[in-house]
C-alpha cells in the first residue's frame, strides 16, 4: 500500500495561500456588490472585471483545500467538541457584531423573532454560504476522515473521480442547457466544498512535498494555460461572438467550474510546494481569515458596500480598480483588528475561568 504523509509541520505556504485567498475573495465581494453598470464600463475594463469575478470562488476553494489538508488525520473525536464550540462561538461573535454595526451604523433592523434567530443560529440561517459549509464539515470531520483514512488509495480516487465529473466536468460542458454549472440535480455549495475537502485531504495522505515540488513546473502550465483560455473566452463573450442564451462572460465563474477547480488546485500544489519565510504579519493575517471574510461579507456587506465603497463618479473609469484595491487594504485592517480583539477577549474568559476553577 502506498505511504502517506502523516507528518505535521507547520506549511507556510498555507498562510501565504489563505492570506491570497481572502483578497481574491474581497476582491470578488467588491465586484458582486458594486451594482455598476459595467456596460458604460470599456472593452479593456470589462475584461479586467470579468477576471477579478474568477477569483472568489478560486479563494473559496482554496481554502476548503487547505482546512482538508490540515484536517486529514484528525481522525479522533477526543476534544472535538471543544473544537467545535470554539469554532462557533467565534461564529455567533461576528454574528452579534455585524448586527450591531449595521443596526446602529446603517439602518436599524425590524427588530423580530426571525431576526433574533438569525443573530443567534447564523449557521442555520446561511449568514455566511462558506461559513456554513466550512461549520458543517468541521463537526462531521472526524468521522469522514476516518471513512477516508480506511480506504485503498484506488478506492478514494474513484470516490474522487465519480462527483468531479457528476458535478464538474458535465456542468462545465452543458451548464448552457440550465441556468448555469450549479443548477443540476443533488449539486450544491454544501455537497462541492465536501467534495474539495476529499480532494485537499487525498493531496495530503498521498503526496509528499517532494513529489509536489516535482509538479511545480506542470501546475505553472496549467496555471497559465487556463487563464489565457479564461481570458480568450471573456473577450469572446464581451464582444458578442460566442454569448447566448446562458452563456456569457462569466459562465466559468462558479466553484465548481472545471477551470476554476484547477486553478485552484494548481495554486494550491504552487504554495505548498514552495517554501515561504515565516512572516508574523503574513500568520496573523492567515489566523483571522475566517473572521475577515465575516467581517466582510453577508450582513456586514451593508456596511462595507453600500456606504463606505462603490463611489458613482468611478462609474466607466479605472478608478474602480484603484477602489477595488482600497477595499482590501481596509479590509484586512479593520478584519484582522477586529479578529485580535476577538482573540483578546477569548484569552481573558479562559484565565477568569481558570482562576475560578471552571475549566
Given at each position: 500500500m502506498p505511504s502517506r504523509k502523516t507528518n505535521s509541520e507547520h506549511i507556510t505556504g498555507i498562510d501565504y495561500l489563505k492570506v491570497l485567498s481572502i483578497v481574491m475573495v474581497i476582491?470578488?465581494?467588491?465586484?458582486?456588490?458594486?451594482?455598476?453598470?459595467?456596460?458604460?464600463?470599456s472593452f479593456s475594463q470589462r475584461v479586467i472585471a470579468d477576471c477579478v469575478y474568477m477569483l472568489g470562488e478560486i479563494g473559496v476553494n482554496c481554502f476548503m483545500l487547505c482546512t482538508g489538508f490540515l484536517m486529514i488525520n484528525k481522525v479522533s473525536d477526543k476534544g472535538h467538541f471543544k473544537r467545535i464550540t470554539k469554532i462557533w462561538n467565534g461564529i455567533f461573535f461576528y454574528s452579534l457584531v455585524s448586527f450591531v454595526l449595521v443596526?446602529?451604523?446603517?439602518s436599524p433592523y425590524n427588530i423580530s423573532f426571525k431576526t433574533f434567530a438569525a443573530v443567534l443560529m447564523p449557521v442555520?440561517?446561511?449568514t455566511w454560504w462558506y461559513t456554513t459549509c466550512y461549520f458543517v464539515i468541521i463537526c462531521i470531520s472526524p468521522y469522514l476522515n476516518s471513512m477516508l483514512n480506511s480506504l485503498p488509495r484506488e478506492s478514494y480516487k474513484k470516490?474522487?473521480?465519480?462527483p468531479v465529473v457528476l458535478f464538474s466536468l458535465v456542468p462545465s460542458f452543458l451548464g448552457f442547457l440550465k441556468k448555469d454549472t450549479e443548477s443540476f440535480t443533488g449539486y450544491s455549495r454544501?455537497?462541492?466544498?465536501?467534495?474539495?475537502?476529499?480532494?485537499g485531504g487525498y493531496i495530503k495522505l498521498y503526496y509528499p512535498k517532494e513529489e509536489l515540488c516535482s509538479k511545480r513546473k506542470?501546475?505553472?502550465?496549467?496555471?497559465?494555460?487556463?487563464?489565457?483560455?479564461?481570458?480568450a473566452f471573456i473577450m469572446l463573450a464581451e464582444k458578442g461572438i460566442i454569448s447566448g442564451r446562458n452563456i456569457s462572460a462569466r459562465y466559468f465563474w462558479s466553484p465548481n467550474s472545471i477551470p476554476v477547480l484547477l486553478l485552484s488546485v494548481s495554486l494550491f500544489v504552487l504554495f505548498l510546494s514552495k517554501d515561504f519565510p515565516s512572516l508574523k504579519l503574513i500568520n496573523i493575517i492567515s489566523g483571522s481569515t475566517l473572521g475577515i471574510y465575516q467581517m466582510h461579507g453577508g450582513r456586514s456587506g451593508k456596511l462595507w458596500w453600500n456606504n463606505i465603497f462603490h463611489k458613482p463618479q468611478y462609474i466607466g473609469t479605472y478608478g474602480v480598480f484603484a477602489e477595488m484595491i482600497s477595499a482590501v487594504l481596509l479590509i484586512l485592517f479593520v478584519g484582522v483588528v477586529i479578529d485580535l480583539i476577538r482573540k483578546a477577549i477569548v484569552k481573558i474568559q479562559v484565565l477568569i475561568k481558570n482562576k475560578m476553577g471552571l475549566d
Open positions: 476582491m470578488f465581494h467588491y465586484e458582486w456588490n458594486s451594482g455598476f453598470d459595467w456596460s458604460k464600463f443596526h446602529f451604523l446603517v442555520s440561517f446561511k470516490l474522487l473521480i465519480i454544501l455537497i462541492w466544498m465536501m467534495i474539495v475537502y476529499c480532494l506542470k501546475c505553472i502550465v496549467v496555471n497559465v494555460s487556463v487563464w489565457i483560455f479564461l481570458t
